[in-house]
């Protein structure tokens, strides 16, 4: 394989590596973001003969969806979902992810938690030893963000993060809203020594709809690497 392969190529390869996942029949979720909008793209000619039932992340993925052929369905009807294809914005060790980088964390959430496997696919640059280069966000409802945004910054701070800056995402003028009416605050902690702790202390905090750290949730990873796509599963001890 060539080495001259960009990151957009890395994640194509990842997208189409993930269609092996799927198979006939299946009730699917689909992922948000330039990654997961490759793989959207690459099931659409398949979707029809494959009998599948597809549940979007993201109104963005749904309109995607559509545009391509394909009926889009509630997951209030469909319920539980085979398998969830989605992008990352972080891979860390025990397949522990940040997401939201597209402002969908919570609906990818809802949607993964519903799915017997969510397979992650992304580039070689998304594999981490330690989470938190990539600023966490944070989806927080508006009322009183600033004062979300602070409690959020200090569970940063007692949980060792490498520092807690906080940034409202959009900026205060034009907030960024997510599909469900919420704003997204960024934590850019440099480095979050124990996620499982700030996920626990971020749920505690009133404002705070959801975060983006994705955790006992992925159960594969598929890299695209210049060398080929590279498979990360969870230690079998993990795995169940
Ligand atoms: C959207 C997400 C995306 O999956 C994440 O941001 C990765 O995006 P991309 O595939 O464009 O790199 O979590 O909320």
Same mark, same amino acid.
């Given at each position: 394989?060539?080495?001259?392969?960009?990151?957009?190529?890395?994640?194509?390869?990842? =997208?189409? *590596?993930?269609?092996?996942?799927?198979?006939?029949?299946?009730? $699917?979720?689909?992922?948000?973001?330039?990654?997961?909008?490759?793989?959207?793209? &690459?099931?659409?000619?398949?979707? @029809?003969?494959? +009998?599948?039932?597809?549940?979007?992340?993201?109104?963005?993925?749904?309109? $995607?969806?559509?545009? $391509?052929?394909?009926?889009?369905?509630?997951?209030?009807?469909?319920?539980?979902?085979?398998? #969830? /294809?989605?992008? *990352?914005?972080?891979?860390?060790?025990?397949?522990?992810?940040?997401?939201?980088?597209?402002?969908?964390?919570?609906?990818?959430?809802?949607?993964?938690?519903?799915?017997?496997?969510?397979? /992650?696919? *992304?580039?070689?640059?998304? /594999?981490?030893?330690?989470?938190?280069?990539?600023?966490?966000?944070?989806?927080?409802?508006?009322? &009183?963000?600033?004062?979300?945004?602070?409690?959020?910054? !200090? =569970?940063?701070?007692?949980?060792?993060?490498?520092? +807690?800056?906080?940034?409202?995402?959009?900026?205060? %003028?034009?907030?960024?809203?997510?599909?469900?009416? +919420?704003?997204?605050?960024?934590? &850019? =902690?440099? %480095?979050?020594?124990?996620?499982?702790?700030?996920?626990?202390?971020? !749920?505690?905090?009133?404002?705070? @709809?959801?975060?983006?750290?994705?955790? &006992?949730?992925?159960?594969? =990873?598929?890299?695209? #690497?210049?060398?080929?796509?590279?498979?990360?599963?969870?230690?079998?001890?993990? %795995?169940?």
């Amino acid at each position: 394989m060539s080495t001259n392969q960009t990151i957009d190529d890395q994640k194509r390869a990842a =997208a189409e *590596a993930a269609l092996e996942y799927v198979k006939p029949g299946m009730r $699917l979720g689909l992922g948000t973001g330039s990654t997961a909008e490759h793989f959207v793209r &690459a099931l659409a000619p398949r979707a @029809v003969n494959l +009998n599948l039932t597809v549940v979007a992340t993201s109104e963005r993925t749904a309109a $995607l969806a559509r545009e $391509l052929g394909m009926k889009v369905s509630d997951l209030n009807d469909v319920r539980h979902l085979d398998v #969830t /294809v989605d992008g *990352a914005d972080e891979v860390g060790p025990g397949l522990v992810l940040i997401k939201g980088g597209g402002g969908a964390l919570l609906r990818e959430k809802i949607v993964a938690a519903a799915s017997d496997r969510m397979v /992650v696919i *992304a580039d070689a640059a998304k /594999v981490v030893e330690t989470l938190g280069r990539f600023p966490l966000p944070v989806e927080i409802v508006p009322f &009183a963000w600033r004062v979300t945004a602070e409690r959020i910054a !200090e =569970a940063a701070a007692r949980c060792g993060c490498g520092q +807690n800056l906080m940034r409202l995402r959009g900026g205060e %003028a034009h907030p960024f809203t997510t599909d469900s009416g +919420n704003y997204v605050a960024d934590c &850019a =902690a440099d %480095a979050i020594p124990d996620p499982e702790r700030l996920a626990r202390m971020l !749920e505690a905090i009133p404002g705070v @709809v959801d975060h983006g750290l994705f955790i &006992a949730l992925a159960s594969v =990873a598929l890299i695209g #690497t210049p060398s080929g796509v590279k498979t990360l599963d969870l230690p079998r001890r993990m %795995a169940g």
